[in-house]
């Protein structure tokens, strides 16, 4: 079985054909659950990056 990524914080919410399932990070993926490969343990993509936060500096900049 396919088990969630251990770096993945918050839940996957998934679904079977009968129920909803909330999945955390190392939890083994249920049989008959469809997990994106993304989320799983040797998935196919790295981690993505944090986005940088702030805008354009104003230091420096003469008007």
């Known amino acids: 079985m396919s ?3 251990s770096d ?3 839940v996957v919410l ?3 054909s009968t129920s ?3 999945l955390r990070a190392g939890d083994e993926v249920p ?3 469809t997990v994106d490969p993304d989320l799983l343990e040797g998935g196919e993509t ?3 990056k944090p ?3 702030g805008g ?3 230091a420096g900049k003469s008007d």
Do not use: M, N, T, Y
């Open 31 to 33: 049989a008959g659950v």
């Open 20 to 22: 909803v399932v909330w």
């Open 56 to 58: 354009r500096r104003a």
């Open 3 to 5: 088990k969630i990524r």
């Open 46 to 48: 790295e981690a993505v």
């Open 14 to 16: 998934a679904r079977d």
């Open 51 to 53: 986005a940088k936060r």
């Open 8 to 10: 993945v914080a918050g």
